[in-house]
Nanobody
Framework: QLTLVESGGGLVQPGGSLRLSCKTS????????TAWYRQAPGKEREGVSC????????YYADDVKGRFTISRDNAKGTVDLQMNNLKPEDTAVYYC??????????????????WGKGTPVTVSS
């Protein structure tokens, strides 16, 4: 059974950093694109960052570009999101996702098929 479990969320002050991790099981990451989404209170879920299936293209939403870094380790079955210089508007529940045949750029998100249950991030002083 394909499962995704996020961890690493918590409370952090503005300007601080957090590293989220997604542990996958029940399948191999080879052949899958991987992504992070977030959903803030009262808002729709949005794509934050995505790595395509070929693992040679990464995409970032404009408001996290330069602050967040996505990475994956196929051998370990993990997908991480390093978040630096966090802002209050980054407060949300963060979800990882995977999907087959993910293209590059923003189209990477279109392939996502499976999501974890999320980990909450709160940025506040």
């Amino acid at each position: 059974q394909l499962t995704l479990v996020e961890s690493g969320g918590g409370l952090v002050q503005p300007g601080g950093s957090l590293r989220l991790s997604c542990k996958t099981s029940g399948f191999t990451l080879d052949g899958y694109g991987t992504a992070w989404y977030r959903q803030a209170p009262g808002k729709e879920r949005e794509g934050v960052s995505c790595i395509n299936t070929n693992n040679d293209d990464t995409y970032y939403a404009d408001d996290v570009k330069g602050r967040f870094t996505i990475s994956r380790d196929n051998a370990k079955g993990t997908v991480d999101l390093q978040m630096n210089n966090l802002k209050p508007e980054d407060t949300a529940v963060y979800y990882c996702a995977v999907g087959l045949y993910a293209a590059g750029g923003k189209y990477c998100f279109y392939a996502m098929q499976h999501w974890g249950k999320g980990t909450p991030v709160t940025v506040s002083s």
